[in-house]
């Protein structure tokens, strides 16, 4: 019997069960080895499909009070001798959480074992949906799988990618591109490919159907909702946008992408701030310019790190009180002594101001999606933005575009520059 299941789910655990059968296998003779490890890695999985099916996708009454709760000799019918280091390896790795909240009489004893799928994996496969990243995989249900999840009472919907290849073909037919009125801004210009549409959801009918209810929106205008435009087109991943969408018939690209861009408009902000001396902003700017998180975590490309950009965006957005109870050692400290030996002022202005994100998206529009935009469409370029990011058609090229940015985003230390350069 086959299903389809999370395609991010899936390599989790994939990735997880082989890495926990290579660890036990290692436990035994060289000889046994091999043999472990299969063993290992098929009860692993089933383990993790058996979960899956049974908490998210196919349970029998999840308003019941009780439809997360697992009984061991369920799960013992799957592996008696590993369900439990199984059970604490997918919890450790947060693919599942144990529910500890009910307990009974004195002793705070739980009375039962309940588990959900962990808050992690729900919200990325959830982020994932709403990118339009989504993903789902076919796999085989193994017969010992089945048989337990048929007597936990859960009916699993069969499924496989060729049926869902059908569905697809019976949906085009529901979606029907309408004809609207003349637009009057880039967004609503936007129309999508539908070979490329196909092509990017590759046979996976959840993706297909998704995309469609978003495409169909194509023609509104955008809404400026708190200093940003928001738009269908604002809602898709970048390798969505780039793959379907067209303008004029021609597909997108990205030419440009702030980095930091919080950073970036924080820097400009601090020039009408009183108390900041010009020495140490003109510092902080050009700091700002080459990206000076690198020096707390950069990849092997040269970019700043992923966990480094999120201690950031912490640590401008953080609550005043919350800046004396930093974690000694995590990026956040590490950025706070940062700014105490290069800026102590400017750190002193982000720890008693609130709001900066907001400062930051509204200097982000005047600079991006008012100026920049602006400069484009007078060289008869059409241009549109993703908040810190610029899009135009795929055959046109701006060698430029950097530059373009920072004449717009007009730092003082690039004033000074041009003033010593006379």
Known sequence: MKTVVSTYYLEKTNE??????????????????????????EVFKSISLYLYLRLSKASPDKTSFKFNHISSIDIKKLSCKLYKKVLRALEE???????????????????????????????????????????????????????????????????SLDSCAKLNRFNR?????????RPVSYYSQLEYDEKKLDEFCDRDEFLYNYSLRRLRKLRMQPKLIKGRWYHPFHELSKKFRESVLTLDGESLKEVFDIPASDLHMLAKHLENV?????????RFQKDVKNDFRRELGARRDGK???????????????KRDAYSRIREGSIVSKIDSLLEKRCPKIREYIKQTDGIWQIAMDNEFKTMSDKLVSSLSEIGVKALTCHDAVYVKKSVDIPRIREMFYEKLDLLSDRTERMLNL
């Open 173 to 181: 037919r529901e979606y029907p591109k309408r004809e609207v009125s």
């Open 93 to 159: 790795s947060y693919i599942i959480k144990a529910n500890s909240h009910y307990y009974h009489g004195k002793a705070r004893t739980p009375f039962t074992k309940s588990y959900l799928i962990h808050r992690d994996i729900l919200h990325k496969i959830d982020e994932t949906k709403r990118k339009l990243e989504y993903r789902i995989a076919e796999v085989e249900i193994p017969e010992k799988v089945e048989k337990v999840l048929r007597v936990s009472g859960v009916i699993v919907q069969q499924g």
């Open 274 to 282: 009183d108390g900041i001396p010009e020495r140490e902003l003109i």
């Open 304 to 318: 700043c790190t992923a966990q480094v950009k999120r201690a950031f965006k912490v640590y401008l957005n953080m």
């Open 16 to 41: 997880l069960a082989a890495k926990f059968a290579s660890e036990r296998a290692q436990l035994y003779p060289e000889k046994s080895r091999k043999k472990v490890y299969k063993s290992t890695l």
